[in-house]
């Protein structure tokens, strides 16, 4: 095997499903950054959550909020629901796994904030319900997903974005999530911030 020749192979799949994901994705991110911005500048927050590698991208997401991207600001209200194990683990086992966000949404989530619900495959049950609570609690919501979008891309309402990576692979969905997730916060520290270029 030539370790060499696939690790470049590697870096050439996942520069292509980047570039090849631009034009699908660059207007709907820029939605998504104008209603998250939106939603900050009017005292709302952001609520983030996932499985697996979509779990630490929504913590990603939220210490890239509350801490800062690459400018200097204060911190923006923003928070991942897959970091209190207390929280997690008792409703897994008082109630269903399917749960665990849910519940945290309909306990934090207010008219007005964003929910930003990510699955590579859009069919994350647990997120599928975050989703449906969102709704309830009247927030938006901003999907992040691949292979189509699933089932998470068929719930959406109107006002909603879907950020659907155009690829299979869950690896280059998640890299391009990741690239995805740093224009967000580019995009919000530039809408705050007045930056022009």
Do not use: W
Not at 22 to 44: D, F, H, R
Not at 125 to 152: Q, W, Y
Request: net charge negative; proline share 3%; glycine share 8%.
């Amino acid at each position: 095997m030539d370790l060499i020749h696939r690790i470049s192979r590697q870096f050439e799949d996942s520069a292509r499903t980047k570039l090849d994901s631009l034009e699908a994705l660059a207007a709907p991110i820029a939605g998504a950054v104008e209603i998250m911005t939106g939603s900050l500048l009017n005292n709302g927050k952001i609520l983030a959550c996932g499985n697996g590698g979509s779990a630490a991208d929504a913590q990603h997401f939220a210490a890239e909020l509350v801490n800062r991207f690459e400018m200097e600001r204060p911190p923006l209200a923003a928070v991942a629901l897959t970091t209190d194990t207390s929280t997690l683990t008792s409703i897994a086992n008082d109630y269903d796994y399917t749960q665990v966000f849910s519940k945290q949404v309909r306990a934090l989530g207010q008219p007005g904030d964003v929910l930003l619900a990510i699955s590579t495959s859009g069919n994350s049950p647990n997120v599928i319900e975050a989703i449906e609570a969102a709704h309830e609690r009247e927030m938006r919501v901003i999907a992040l997903t691949g292979k189509g979008g699933g089932r998470m891309g068929e719930m959406l309402a109107d006002g909603d974005i879907h950020l659907c990576v155009p690829a299979d692979r869950t690896a280059r969905i998640q890299e391009v999530h990741l690239l995805v997730l740093h224009c967000l916060c580019d995009g919000i520290d530039c809408l705050l911030l007045g930056v022009e270029d």
